[in-house]
C-alpha cells in the first residue's frame, strides 16, 4: 500500500505540475524569437547551404546560460516536454526531429531527464520540390528550468534556397556540430544482447540490467530505462565486476504483473554516442 500510496501522490504532483506550466505556457504572450531569461540563443540551422531535393540534416540549436537546463521527450516527474508546430512551413514534405540522449537529474522525490547548457535536436528535412526553396517556420513552446521554470515561446524561420549551377554548395559551419548531435542520438547496438535483463521481486520490485564487455578503459555508460506509463524507474546502482557492469534499480509500479508484455526502452549513453535496447518483459 506504501508503493501504491507513493505512486499515486507523485501521479498527482505531476500533474498537477503539467497543468501550472501549461496554463502559463498559453497566457503567454507576446510570441517572441528573441532570447529571454536563461536562453543565450535559439535558431534553426542547416548543415546544407542548398538543397537538391532529397533529404537533408537541419537542427534546432538551443543554447543556455550557465546554471539552466531544459527538458527531453520523456521529462521524468516534474519536467514539462517542448512542442513543435511545423505546420506553417513551405516546400516540406516531412520533418522528422531527433531526440540527443538527455542526463538524468536526480533530487529527493523527483527524477527528471533533459539537457544542461543546450542541445541541438537533428532535423531530418524531406523537400517536395527540389526546384524550390525549402523554407521551415517553427512555433515552439518549451520550458527551461534553474531554481525556478520558466515557460518559453519561440517563432523561428529558415530558408534553404534550391542548388543552382553557378550557386557555392557544400556544407555550412554548423554541419560539424549537427552531425556530433546526431551522433548522440540512441541508435540500436550492432550487439543486440549486449546487455541481460532480470526482474526481482524484494521488498521492492527491482530491475536488474548487466551490461557485457566493457573491459579495461571502459566507463560504465549512464543507464535510462523508459517504460509504459504509470511506471516509474529509480535511480541505478552501478557496480562493476571485470569486463560487467550491473545496474540495479527499484521500479514503482503498481503490480509487477502489469509490465509482463510491455516493451522497456533501455537507453545507454556516453559523452560521444548512445544506444536503445528494447526488450518485451
Not at 88 to 106: I, K, M, T, Y
Request: proline fraction near 10%; glycine fraction near 8%; aromatic fraction near 8%.
Amino acid at each position: 500500500m506504501k508503493q501504491g500510496n507513493e505512486m499515486r501522490m507523485r501521479a498527482a504532483v505531476r500533474f498537477g505540475f503539467l497543468m501550472v506550466c501549461l496554463g502559463a505556457w498559453f497566457a503567454a504572450t507576446p510570441l517572441a524569437a528573441a532570447p529571454g531569461e536563461g536562453v543565450r540563443s535559439l535558431a534553426l540551422v542547416s548543415a546544407a547551404r542548398a538543397h537538391d531535393g532529397s533529404a537533408f540534416l537541419a537542427g534546432l540549436d538551443l543554447q543556455l546560460a550557465d546554471g539552466w537546463k531544459t527538458y527531453w521527450e520523456k521529462p521524468g516527474d516534474s519536467g514539462i516536454p517542448p512542442v513543435f508546430d511545423w505546420s506553417a512551413s513551405e516546400n516540406v514534405a516531412g520533418v522528422e526531429l531527433r531526440w540527443p540522449a538527455p542526463e538524468r537529474f536526480d533530487a529527493p522525490g523527483d527524477i527528471t531527464f533533459g539537457y544542461k547548457h543546450g542541445l541541438i535536436w537533428p532535423l531530418r528535412i524531406v523537400p517536395e520540390d527540389g526546384a524550390r526553396p525549402v523554407t521551415l517556420r517553427l512555433s515552439v513552446l518549451y520550458g527551461i528550468c534553474a531554481d525556478i521554470c520558466v515557460p518559453r515561446r519561440a517563432e523561428l524561420e529558415l530558408t534553404v534556397p534550391p542548388a543552382m549551377p553557378d550557386m557555392a554548395t557544400g556544407e555550412t559551419t554548423d554541419a560539424p556540430r549537427l552531425r556530433a548531435a546526431l551522433a548522440r542520438v540512441p541508435v540500436p547496438p550492432a550487439d543486440p544482447d549486449l546487455i541481460e535483463v532480470k526482474w526481482r521481486e524484494n521488498e521492492a520490485p527491482t530491475l536488474e540490467v548487466r551490461l557485457k564487455h566493457c573491459g579495461p578503459g571502459c566507463t560504465p555508460p549512464q543507464l535510462i530505462v523508459t517504460g509504459p506509463r504509470n511506471t516509474w524507474f529509480g535511480t541505478p546502482r552501478v557496480k562493476r565486476k571485470g569486463d560487467t557492469v550491473r545496474y540495479t534499480m527499484e521500479v514503482e509500479v503498481l503490480s509487477p504483473a502489469m509490465l509482463e508484455g510491455e516493451e522497456l526502452s533501455f537507453i545507454l549513453a556516453d559523452p560521444d554516442r548512445a544506444y536503445v535496447i528494447r526488450k518485451i518483459m
